[in-house]
């Protein structure tokens, strides 16, 4: 599969449930863990791990495999890791503190509207 695709995959597996805030960053070149990350959060632990379990569901479906899965009892940051494609799912509350995008500032952001229409 495709980055891209991948990428897609991941970002409307995630709307699907609501997932709020959205933010894709095109890590090529910056990082070496992944070619890109998403991440976004949710408003209650429940809805986190709706958030995780969904995007689990679809890259299983799409014969993707998970690398890894980190977090999913705690719900305060559940980061799944798809190869290219790193998800990262925080409470509402924990987005805020570890402020990835601000982290990761010189990464390019991705344009998400045009990835899910």
Known sequence: ????????????????????NIVGLNMKGISLIAD?????????EKQVQAIAHELKKVAQEEGIEIKRLEGFDQARWILVDLGDVVVHIFHKDERTYYNLEKLWGDAPTIEIERVLS
């Open 36 to 44: 890109y990350f998403v991440i976004c959060h949710g408003n209650s």
């Open 1 to 20: 599969m495709s980055e891209s695709r991948l990428l897609t995959l991941a970002i409307n597996a995630i709307d699907d449930k609501r997932a709020e």
